[in-house]
């Protein structure tokens, strides 16, 4: 059993960063894939980011190539999202997830076995 925890939301205005983690524990990540959901107001759920933690491949969704950036610190079993350049349409509750998928299933929240319980991101002047 994996258990993932999110930290790192808040309000931030326009063009602001934040860098959000989700840290593991009960079971190392390192068979896993991680990755980063959101879910706006009023939206469905949506894939954001993902890694592959053996071989580091990673996955970005359009809206957020070249702004957004996903990495792992291995001493601390944990995953970053450093996100730069928010926008409005970035508001939402973001979620992490881990799971053992095969690469082609990344973007799919159904991949994916164990959720944290997500953290809020506000971009509001």
């Known amino acids: 059993q994996v258990q993932l925890v999110e930290s790192g939301g808040g309000l931030v205005q326009p063009g602001g960063s934040l860098r959000l983690s989700c840290a593991a524990s009960g079971r190392t990540f390192r068979n896993y894939a991680v990755g980063w959901f959101r879910q706006g107001p009023g939206k469905e759920r949506e894939f954001v980011a993902a890694?592959?933690?053996?071989?580091?491949?990673?996955k970005y969704t359009d809206f957020v190539k070249g702004r957004f950036f996903i990495s792992i610190n291995n001493a601390k079993d944990t995953v970053y999202l450093q996100m730069n350049s928010l926008k409005p349409e970035d508001t939402a509750l973001y979620y992490c997830?881990?799971?053992?998928?095969?690469?082609?299933?990344?973007?799919?929240?159904?991949?994916?076995?164990?959720w944290g319980q997500g953290t809020q991101v506000t971009v509001s002047s």
């Open positions: 890694i592959r933690w053996s071989v580091r491949d990673t």
């Open positions: 997830a881990a799971g053992i998928t095969i690469w082609g299933d990344i973007e799919s929240a159904s991949a994916y076995s164990y």
